[in-house]
């Protein structure tokens, strides 16, 4: 399963360390790795990363790759609590929809 996610168009995009440090207030401890074909963000912990779109450090676009068993409960709370306070929402097939 994946969710995607982004910041609406009016807004301006994040810095990937404001992503990051998001994510350490919910107490996540991620690890970024950039590879050729895009970045990556690890949470120790657990088996869903997050891919997300950047350019030149900023970034406005994020696939969330849930593993089995990490599609919902308090991990999907805490990643959506990280976005929204960055402002960004979900997107689904309906549209956005707030996180």
């Known amino acids: 399963m994946e ?9 301006e995009p994040n810095t990937l360390n404001e992503v990051l440090a998001s994510l350490k207030k919910e107490h996540f401890e991620p690890r ?4 050729a074909w895009g970045d990556w963000i690890y949470l120790d912990g657990y088996k869903s990363v997050i ?3 950047s350019n030149r450090g900023l970034t406005s676009t ?3 790759e849930h593993a089995e068993g990490e599609e919902d ?3 999907i ?10 402002g960004w929402v979900g997107v689904d097939d ?6």
């Open 77 to 86: 709370l805490c990643i959506n609590r990280t976005f929204a306070r960055l």
């Open 62 to 64: 994020a696939t969330i």
């Open 32 to 35: 970024l790795e950039s590879k």
């Open 73 to 75: 409960g308090e991990f």
């Open 94 to 99: 309906d549209g956005e929809y707030p996180l």
């Open 3 to 11: 969710t995607l996610l982004r910041i609406p168009e009016s807004a």
């Open 51 to 53: 891919s997300i779109e």
